[in-house]
């Protein structure tokens, strides 16, 4: 069975940081290109980080500087560290993975960023 598993959402204050992961089981992680959404209240999904099979990693501009993707596929499971966290990236952090054959999504974790 494949399951994609998000944690380590929760409430911050805005400059806090939480780091995100995204455990994974029932396919070959290794192979997979890995992503990162979110989807704010209100708001349609929105593409925040990208780490691909080779670690090269993308991230949104409005990341840039403030999150880090990385991904350990000893533990099959990618990492969305977030830092400096603003207001606005108040959202529901999905991950995704996806391969040659596969296009999987988890079920988010909430992220709230409010004082």
């Known amino acids: 069975e494949v399951q994609l598993v998000e944690s380590g959402g929760g409430l911050v204050q805005p400059g806090w940081s939480l780091r995100l992961s995204c455990a994974a089981s029932g396919f070959t992680f290794s192979m997979s290109d890995l992503t990162w959404a979110r989807q704010a209240p209100g708001k349609g999904p929105e593409w925040v980080s990208g780490?691909?099979?080779?670690?090269?990693?993308y991230y949104a501009d409005s990341m840039k500087g403030r999150f880090t993707i990385s991904r350990d596929n000893a533990k099959n499971t990618v990492y969305l560290q977030m830092n400096s966290l603003k207001p606005e990236d108040t959202a529901v952090y999905v991950c995704?993975?996806?391969?040659?054959?596969?296009?999987?999504w988890g079920q988010g974790t909430q992220v709230t960023v409010s004082s």
């Open positions: 780490i691909d099979n080779d670690d090269r990693t």
């Open positions: 995704n993975a996806k391969g040659g054959f596969f296009n999987f």
